[in-house]
């Protein structure tokens, strides 16, 4: 029989120090929100460990926020109301009582709790906790960690078996002086948390009632030391939320790293959790990937490159100061330097985009090039096609968006425009500086400008004199 797990995340408190306009589980964190990271790490902590349970979610303050957030993006999850935020035990006490739980929560063998504001926490170190209880058959595991400037954190007192927890508030200079301290990360028999949780009182100097107290000297508990203590950053306060945050990014670096991507320094770079970027891939510095974007193997994206939600195929090159957004870049093809691609833009194999150029809702075919200063939006450009310099199509009426449509092979001179709805054969020749108007037969030449006239000597006129 598999175990039986109960996960509790504590998300009900207000997070004042965040000085937010949200509550903290909605704080933004990466590209997602605080809670969503305690969530991804139990859900993946119980596929992995094969355990039978549920999750969770402690909500009070700003409920109305928070619920609707979770049930959107995570419809598994359980909730339980914390009328009043009176501290971590009555949260406890909350979710052992809720009525949309009730019949479950008390018969796992096991309650994990772990707060909504540490979202460095991985599957990882729950599945750490798990092996410690069920091996050494504890009652309950406290996760700690050193803290060289502990101020803030519960201080973990050890006694010769078992321990305590102290909070800052309650704590004597000499215990202040430990830096060992609670991580905020719990592992307990249900049993034994259900008859500990009872006796806890608020007679301390914040009133509250602590979850901290379910942990005493000479009961079969242990404080679990973990090396690394990053992983358990609390994010009280904006600084400790853009530390939460950078550790996040170096994890997310460090995995891909680990997979064959090379940062030229990777400090520099700023990579969401959902990014894919694939072996032999190179990345720059002062870059961003964000949302769900996918970088296949052996691109090479230089500095000041932003690409979101888009898709950049193997071999492709997104050059220096270019942005992605919505576009898909497919394999060999190039985008830069200084190339915007909007939603939309799908840019064909070897295909190549140059400088200022900027493509909105357009799909380019293998090959083609619009290598300087052009606006192609609403359009299809066949396969081979060289777009010259300073192309546009003029796609809005000022009411309505009209598509152009250029076949293969062709060739449109610089300084053009087209004013759409237009087509465009294959084979076709445009003469520079012309204004399309009107559709052009494959293998047909169109040239459309102002006829030129020269007077000789007459520069002089406008010539200031020296
Ligand atoms: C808590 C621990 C402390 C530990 C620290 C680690 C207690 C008493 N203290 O302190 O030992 O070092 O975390 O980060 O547990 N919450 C509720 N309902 C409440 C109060 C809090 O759901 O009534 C939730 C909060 O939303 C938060 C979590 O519990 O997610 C922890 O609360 P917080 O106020 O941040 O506790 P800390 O002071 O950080
Ligand atoms: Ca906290």
Same mark, same amino acid.
């Given at each position: 029989m598999s175990l039986t797990i109960g996960a509790v995340i504590l998300a009900a408190g207000e997070g004042k120090r965040l000085k937010l306009n949200a509550p903290k589980p909605l704080a933004p964190c990466l590209d997602k929100k605080l809670i969503d990271f305690p969530i991804k790490a139990l859900k993946n902590f119980f596929s992995q460990n094969k355990i039978d349970g549920k999750i969770t979610a402690v909500i009070g303050h700003q409920r109305e926020l928070v619920r609707p957030y979770i049930e959107k993006h995570h419809p598994d999850i359980a909730f339980a109301i914390q009328e009043e935020q009176k501290g971590t035990a009555d949260a406890l006490r909350s979710y052992f009582i809720s009525h949309e739980n009730n019949h479950i929560t008390n018969q796992f063998q096991y309650t994990l709790v772990i707060c909504a504001d540490t979202p460095v926490v991985s599957a990882k170190e729950l599945t750490e906790m798990l092996t410690l209880i069920t091996n050494e058959n504890l009652d309950g595991v406290a996760a700690s960690f050193i803290e060289k400037n502990p101020k803030g954190y519960g201080r973990? #007192?050890?006694?010769?078996?078992?321990?305590?927890?102290t909070e800052e508030?309650?704590? &004597?200079?000499?215990?202040?002086?430990? &830096?060992?301290?609670?991580?905020? %990360? =719990?592992?307990?028999? &249900?049993? =034994? %948390? %259900?008859?500990? %949780?009872?006796?806890?009182d608020s007679n301390n100097k914040s009133g509250e009632f602590y979850l901290t107290d379910v942990f005493k000297d000479g009961l079969n508990v242990k404080a679990h030391c973990f090396p690394n203590g990053d992983i358990f950053l609390g994010v009280n306060t904006l600084s400790q939320l853009e530390d939460a945050e950078k550790a996040l990014r170096i994890r997310k670096k460090?995995?891909?790293? /680990?997979?064959? #991507?090379?940062?030229? /320094?990777?400090?520099?770079c700023y990579i969401d959790s959902e990014v894919e970027v694939g072996e032999g891939s190179v990345i720059y510095p002062n870059t961003f990937l964000t949302g769900k974007t996918q970088i296949g193997k052996n691109v090479v994206i230089e500095m000041g490159a932003q690409i979101t939600n888009s898709i950049v195929d193997d071999s492709a090159k997104v050059l220096a100061y270019t942005i992605l957004d919505g576009a898909h870049l497919h394999t060999k093809a190039s985008a830069g330097p200084f190339a915007r691609l909007r939603p939309g833009a799908d840019i064909g194999p070897e295909a190549k985009i140059g400088n200022f150029v900027e493509i909105k809702k357009s799909v380019l075919d293998r090959g083609v090039k619009v290598s300087h200063l052009s606006y #192609?939006? /609403?359009?299809?450009?066949?396969?081979? &096609?060289?777009?010259?310099?300073?192309f546009i199509t003029c796609n809005f009426d000022g009411l309505n968006k009209h598509i152009t449509k250029i076949g293969?092979?062709?060739f449109i001179g610089s300084d053009s425009q087209t004013i759409a709805p237009v087509v465009i054969g294959d084979d076709c020749f445009v003469a520079s500086s012309s204004t399309i108007t009107k559709d052009m037969p494959d293998g047909s030449f169109a040239i459309s400008r102002g006829q030129q006239t020269t007077k000789e000597g007459m520069a002089k006129k406008f010539l200031k004199k020296k």
């Open positions: 973990i #007192v050890r006694e010769k078996k078992g321990f305590h927890i508030k309650d704590a &004597t200079d000499e215990i202040r002086k430990i &830096t060992e301290v609670n991580s905020g %990360l =719990y592992i307990l028999k &249900t049993s =034994y %948390l %259900l008859e500990h %949780l009872k006796a806890i460090n995995e891909l790293r /680990d997979n064959g #991507v090379r940062f030229i /320094d990777s400090s520099h #192609v939006g /609403d359009a299809f450009i066949g396969e081979e &096609t060289n777009i010259g310099c300073g293969k092979n062709s």
